[in-house]
Structure formats: C-alpha cells, structure tokens
C-alpha cells in the first residue's frame, strides 16, 4: 500500500491558456470531497492506456493506484501500465492533503509527527533504492492536462535515493503538471530531490511547474525546484517560484543538468540556497545547453555560485538573463550569469542586473577552449549600460529569439510588463509572471515517448572532476 505526502503542481502547456490560483486552501466546502483519505482505488477514472484513450486519474486515490502500479511492477517493460506506448492523463486538480496550513508543514520533525498531526506522505511514483535498479522506474505517459496537484508532503523519515512527485523517470515523459502547496524535506545523501521528479534519463519533461517548498539536507545531494538531477533530457516551459535548499547541487529548475540535451523556456523565481554548484536555472551543466531562460531569485552558496548556473562544463548558455542577488560564501567562482566556465564550454547573449553583489557576469574561466561573449550589464528599466540607451533588454532578447528560430517555433518570445519591469515570456500572466503555454501535442515528436538519450550515470560528477584536476595542473 502507498503513503501519501504533501506536494502541489501546476501545469502548464497543450490545449487552452490557464492561470492556476496558488494561493488559498481548498475551499471548506470542497474539503470532504477533494482530499484525498490515503486509500488507493482499484481502478483508473477510465481509458486503456493508448495515446487516443489514456488512462484517467481523477483523484487522490487514482493517483496513488498508478504509484502503487509502478512500484510494485516485476520489471520496467509493464505492456499494460509502465513503458513509453502507455499513456495517463489528469482529469482535476488532486489533492492529497488540506493545505490550510501547508507553510508550518517545516515544524515537524519527522513523518511520524506529520501523520499523528494528520497530514498523509506520499510515496514517489517510480521508486529508486539502489543506484542502477531501474526496475521500478517510470516509463510511460503523464499528462497533467493543465491541473495541479497540491499538498504533497514528504518528510524526513524518507530514505529514496530520488524523491518528489514522482521518484525516477526513466525513457518517459511528464508534462503540463504542476505542484503546488507541498513541502518536501528529506536528509538523503547523495540523493535526487525534486517536487516534480527526482531523476529525469532520458525522457521530457514540459510545461511543468512547481510552487512548493523542496529542501534536502544530505551531503552532496542534488535539489531542484522541478527536477533533481537530469541526464539526456529535454526540460521547455518548466518554471518554479518555491524556494529550494540543499547541502549539496541546487538550482531552480534542475538541480544537475548533462547529457547533450536541453533546458529551454524556463525560469525560476524562488530562493535557492546550496553549497557548491548553485544556479537560479541549474547547479551545474555537464554537456548540455541551457537557452532562453532567465531567473529573478536569490541564489546563494559557497563557491560555484551563478545567476543562470554555478558551472558549465561541455555545454552552451545563451540568451538568458539574471536579475537574482547572487553571493558565494568563499568567494570562488561565483558570477551574475556563471559561476565557473570549463571545458569547451560556450555562454554567450547573456545578461545581469548591474545592482548585484557578484563582481561582473562570469566568476572563473578555465583555460582558452571556452567561448564567452556578448555577456552584459543592464540597469533600471532592463536598458544596457554598455549600449546605446535606445537598446533594451527586451529588444535584445527578441532579436536573438528572431535570429534563432526554428520552424516549428521552439523559442518563446519575450514582452515587458511596464517601463519598471522587466521581461517575460509572451505567453505569461503580466500581473503573475505565471500562466500557461497554448500548446499542441498532436504531433508525434512533441508528444510522449523516448525525448532524449539516456547519458552515463556519472557524466555530470565526472566532468565536473575532470575539470578541477585540469585547474589543479
């Protein structure tokens, strides 16, 4: 049987445009008939699994009847419910705890407190207990359908390796999902934690959101606001506003990102607070690109500190911005845009607030097989304090947009909200920031399945290696 914790989603892309309210609990009247009792049903709301008739989840007990469907299979090639020709779909928003008083849910202890105070943990859909062990893994289809799980709780008794909405994701995809008002604590060394997902290989991850708070503790973990740790996948559209805490890797989106793929329309707003390899959008890059992305939070560590990403190794960053209060304890590589540049690596078109306390947009550059340039300033009003006052951020994020385009369109376009703010994506809720993407899936290539490939286990922590014994010589 499954245990249920508190997590909160919010999803975002396919179908019609849906700003999701995050703020309030569930109204009284509703609370009997929406939250969840910690029971697991015996059945989906309906379908068969098939992309034209996926199956249903329509509440709490639903969801964790396909938790307990892929963490009690015998092996990851499950033809009825788990591999990538099966597909699931949210049918409303879920809620697995009342989330009246989801903020204090840091005051307990341990899950035991939780529990005697009423509020249900929740198992990962997809357990992970022994690197390498990819049996019980995610393989299919979710398809949040534009609503949000909230309350999601899970806490310090848990000892997965990858924790969050769900716990490892394998060769699947999980898309236009968000979580809202859930709070995940863990002590895991070592360990994977993200409110969507923990460990993303190989699969896609889109159009999702969290709005929660996500936190672990263990020593040389990886903590992101969606995904922990990410290897040979696709992240588009993801954004968090929660604030993420790790005693190891931490960024915004992702945690550690590798694997020759790519984190692209995605932002962070939260407070993200690590030790070494903190980034608003990642901790880390290992061979993969980041575009098109910008973070407004906090982002605080000891060395490898960056506004976009504490380091990159192997990969590419362009046209992104960071207007976030960066700060390196030690004060060893730590930028507004990178903290660390390495290996090959290439950041150009990118941008900070001329107002933060990190010394200029790069901390450290590595040897002379990097490609840094175009990476500027800009003050009050997003206007360059490097160009002519008639170019503006916004002008400048759209040209590189303009510039890069593919057809179909793969990079969102950029709008100012007034003459004090500054840029966001087109498509997003000018008061919030938030909102949804107007998407298609039809098309095959964007829809579920294999979206990317799965890297080495030990890609990212490996260059990363490889990169301080060059710096050492």
Known sequence: MLSALACFATIFLGGAVRFVSLGGAVQAADTALMIWDGTVAEAFAGGTGTKTDPYLISNGKELAYLAQLVNEAEGYNDTLYNNPSIHYVLTNNIYLNDTSNWTEWGGFANGEDAASAGIKSWTPIGVYTIWGDYTKAFWACFDGGNYTVHGVYIGSTCDLLCTGLFGSVQGGTVQNTGVAQSYIDVAVPNGNTGVIAGLVEGGRVTNCHNAGEIKNQGDASSVGGVAGRVSGTELAGCYN????????????VAGSFEGWDRIINCYNTGDINGVSFVGGITGGVG???????????????????????????GGTIANCYNMGIVYGESGDSVGNVAGGVHNASSVTNCYYHSAGIAVGGIGEVLFDDNTVANIYAFGPNGQF???????????????W????????????????PDL???PVFIWADLETGGGTQDGDNDDDTKSCGNGGNIATAGFFIAALALAFKRKRT
Request: charge should be negative; aromatic fraction near 10%; include cysteine.
């Open 385 to 399: 304090i490097i160009f002519s006052s008639i170019k503006t951020l916004l002008d400048t994020l759209n040209a």
């Open 420 to 422: 004090v703010g500054f």
């Open 241 to 252: 506003t929660g604030n993420v805490a790790g005693n190891g890797i931490a960024g915004g």
């Open 287 to 313: 061979s993969g690109n980041v575009m098109n992305c910008y973070n407004t939070g906090g982002v605080r560590g000891d060395s490898y500190v960056g506004g976009i990403t504490g380091s990159i190794g």
């Open 401 to 416: 947009v303009s510039d890069n385009q593919t057809d179909p369109a793969a990079y969102f376009e950029w709008q100012q």
